[in-house]
């Protein structure tokens, strides 16, 4: 991740609408969620939501994928860790004490999440 690849994600980014999409793609994830149901759900015109969309995979952080007449659209979480590592590498001149607040906020969001597919499957001698 270079700085302009950041500048470009953060500019896309910096948008209601898009932001919006991006979140509800995350939230997808890892399904996807298709262009015209992300128009229908923020009520936005469909090409208006081509346009945020195309300026979101310009940017690297979302990906699509034709399914039969649709396309699905999915947040590139790896991409958005990338950028979100950019912003941190030399978190707070490289102080650990510094950061520990930050790193400590983010910490709730994901402690929520469930266990994965493949956590459960290794739970499961029977699978």
Do not use: K
């Not at 991740?1 to 991006?22: C, G, K, S, V, Y």
């Not at 958005?80 to 030399?90: C, N």
């Not at 910490?107 to 266990?115: I, L, Q």
Request: proline share 6%; glycine share 6%; net charge negative.
């Amino acid at each position: 991740m270079d700085e302009n690849q950041t500048i470009a994600a953060l500019a896309a980014l910096a948008q209601p609408t898009r932001l919006q999409t991006f979140r509800l793609l995350v939230e997808s994830e890892p399904d996807g969620i298709a262009a015209g149901e992300l128009a229908r759900r923020l009520d936005v015109p469909q090409n208006t939501m081509s346009a945020h969309l195309s300026t979101l995979a310009r940017a690297g952080i979302v990906v699509n994928e034709r399914q039969g007449r649709s396309i699905i659209y999915r947040a590139d979480l790896e991409r958005f860790r990338a950028v979100m590592l950019y912003l941190l590498q030399d978190c707070c001149g490289g102080n650990a004490d510094l950061c520990a607040p930050l790193i400590e906020g983010l910490a709730p969001c994901c402690a929520n999440a469930g266990p994965t597919h493949e956590d459960n499957r290794n739970d499961r001698p029977d699978l």
